[in-house]
């Protein structure tokens, strides 16, 4: 969708396998953030993001991943909820391979420690591959359990760990487009850095309340006003079947003014 267009306001289930993104920056992958959050901006519920979305939204996730040549994710979000590239959809991979693409993305992981769940399907699963972009800090033990289970570590310097995955990710895959898929503290760093292109964003008809602030975006400090990342609105659908409207924005350069 051209910068100049107007956003597309239809209601209903958007078709998010049908979408066209931007060709990437020369240097990285056009990069772009996934997320749920119910109305009063919580990411979990007891931990995870389970209870947050409808079918129609773990639906919407996987017509996303259809775009990808990488699925990324914290190592937070793979131990609390586990993490996969999978598409779960026959119809979708066949449309992945009629663009040129392999049945499933490549799943990636980002630790700073390497203390990860070597039992999930992250590391098990036969049917897609995997990186893990591990901090050159993280223990040597570690690492080692990691490369016993057969996948991939690419160290990352600790200080620099989103900018050195995205670089691997352009110069030794060839990745054109990465699918960010939480958590909030990953989608922070990337913010920090200046790597973000798109966020797609399902607000859930749910109020979950309590005192954990946790939001879509994690950091370590609170921007003032005349620092917030603005945003262009690409798209909203509204969906009354699962009460849930789905967002779609373009982050716009941080010098850009709030004011027209």
């Known amino acids: 969708m051209p910068a100049d267009d107007a956003p597309d306001l239809t209601p209903g289930r958007p078709d998010y396998a049908g979408l066209t993104f931007p060709l990437p920056p020369a240097d990285r992958p056009y990069v772009i953030v996934n997320m749920v959050s119910s109305v009063d901006g919580r990411v979990a519920i007891e931990g995870t993001e389970r209870g947050l ?107 620099d760990a989103v900018r050195a995955a ?25 913010l920090d850095a200046g790597l973000v292109d798109e966020l797609f964003m399902t607000l859930g008809g749910v109020l979950v309340g309590g005192s954990d602030p946790l939001t879509i975006v994690s950091q370590r400090r609170t921007r003032s006003a005349d620092d917030v990342r603005r945003l262009q609105l690409l798209g909203a659908h509204p969906n009354p079947a699962t009460n849930e409207v789905y967002l779609r924005y373009r982050l716009l350069p941080p010098t850009t003014s709030a004011r027209t």
């Open 53 to 159: 979305g409808s079918p129609t939204d773990q639906a919407l996730m996987r017509e996303l991943r259809v775009h990808a040549d990488v699925v990324l994710n914290g190592a937070s979000t793979l131990r609390a909820s586990g993490s996969s590239p999978r598409l779960n959809n026959p119809d979708l991979e066949a449309l992945r391979r009629a663009r040129g693409k392999p049945s499933l993305p490549l799943g990636a992981v980002l630790s700073a420690s390497g203390d990860l769940p070597l039992d999930r399907i992250f590391f098990t699963a036969q049917d897609f591959q995997t990186l893990v972009y591990l901090a050159t800090s993280a223990p040597a033990t570690r690492r080692a359990a990691i490369e016993a289970t057969g996948r991939t570590v690419v160290p990352v310097p600790a200080d």
């Open 166 to 190: 995205l670089t691997h990710m352009h110069r030794e895959i060839g990745a054109r487009l990465v699918l960010v898929e939480g958590g909030p503290t990953l989608n922070g760093a990337l």
